[in-house]
């Protein structure tokens, strides 16, 4: 173990286009020797992953060229899609050892998310374990439903209109929808019949559109609520009362 220790990076990758990557984001991972991205299950790519892959083929190319013996290192650890939090306590727990045992050798390590790193990210589980030891940067990504709202062409508050983030949809959802004018509703795959049968009882006109892989190659844009839901949706919905 080195007298310094390394830094942990917690970088949002945005929703999907590379090109949609920060500059600052870039930078970072073009330097530091390890990146860490979770996989839901082993075996199986993370979509972070894959959006960096322009970089992860440079810094490989250049490393062959010029003979490095320290090539980049990637981790991923496995965040199971569960909701058992005993399961994911212990997978939390697993990476952040993982992470903490490279930054105690003087290593910086980037954490890389979809989307911003801020919010509702794998990223602030590890981050809650390690910021009492060692120093954390985050770097703000483009989230998903700002890029969905662009994809729309639509904007997604306008004056004083109140914006509501709805991640998972329960009995919470009926109040909201009285209180508020614009909503983004996450991951939309979860939501049900009974869900979409409460929207559209709602007085006044609404408006829904989602979007599915919003900013890639797939990308598909629905008026209301898609039949097939993948686990990349996200739906805007208005309310004009």
Not at 3 to 9: I, M, R, S, T, V
Not at 52 to 58: A, C, E, V
Request: glycine share 6%; aromatic share 6%; with cysteine.
């Amino acid at each position: 173990m080195t007298d310094k220790k390394g830094k942990l990076f917690g970088i949002g990758v945005g929703p999907g286009d590379y090109e949609l990557l920060t500059i600052k984001a870039k930078k970072i991972l073009e330097k530091v020797p390890i990146i860490c991205s979770p996989r839901s299950v082993p075996g199986k790519e993370s979509i972070a992953l894959s959006i960096i892959d322009p970089i992860i083929k440079k810094i490989k190319k250049e490393n062959e060229e010029e003979n490095k013996s320290h090539a980049l290192k990637l981790l991923e650890p496995v965040f199971p899609m569960t909701e058992d939090k005993k399961i994911l306590e212990t997978h939390w727990d697993d990476a952040s050892n993982l992470i903490a045992e490279h930054l105690d050798k003087g290593e910086n390590v980037a954490f890389i998310t979809l989307g911003d790193p801020s919010i509702y990210s794998t990223f602030s589980y590890v981050q809650k374990r390690l910021e009492k030891n060692y120093k954390i940067d985050m770097v703000p990504g483009i989230n998903s439903f700002t890029a969905c709202a662009s994809s729309i062409g639509k904007p997604l508050v306008e004056k004083d209109e109140i914006l509501m983030i709805i991640p998972k949809i329960d009995k919470r959802i009926e109040t909201l929808l009285k209180d508020g004018n614009n909503f983004v509703l996450m991951k939309t795959s979860r939501n049900t019949e009974e869900l979409e049968n409460i929207i559209h009882e709602q007085e006044g006109k609404k408006d829904i559109t989602s979007v599915q892989n919003c900013t890639m190659e797939n990308e598909k844009i629905f008026n209301g609520f898609p039949k097939n839901k993948p686990y990349l949706t996200t739906t805007i919905l208005k309310l004009k009362k």
